[in-house]
């Protein structure tokens, strides 16, 4: 076991660190997802593009929230 002060603590860093990436993860699925040559007839329509694409910003503006508000607690309230 890592010297980390608590269970919760691990498990809040970990799911930190999940939050961090997901954006990352998803932007690379749609690049896939629209990349003809790979998807064929399969790839997204302009409707599912702008919602996945504009579900992305907000989870990038999500992760943003988070990690200030992980890094300076105190700092939004």
Same mark, same amino acid.
């Given at each position: 076991?890592?010297? $980390?002060?608590? =269970? $919760? *603590?691990?498990?809040? %860093?970990? %799911?930190?660190? +999940?939050?961090?990436? =997901?954006?990352?993860? =998803?932007?690379?699925?749609?690049? =896939?997802? +629209? *990349? @003809? @040559? ?7 329509? @302009?409707?599912? +593009? ?9 989870? $990038? ?17």
């Amino acid at each position: 076991m890592l010297p $980390i002060k608590s =269970l $919760i *603590d691990a498990m809040l %860093q970990s %799911q930190t660190l +999940n939050g961090v990436l =997901l954006p990352v993860i =998803l932007i690379a699925m749609l690049k =896939l997802i +629209n *990349d @003809r @040559r790979i998807m064929g007839n399969y790839v997204n329509g @302009r409707i599912f +593009n702008v919602l996945a694409w504009a579900t992305v910003i907000v989870l $990038i503006v999500l992760t943003g929230i988070l990690v200030i508000t992980s890094f300076f607690p105190t700092l939004l309230g």
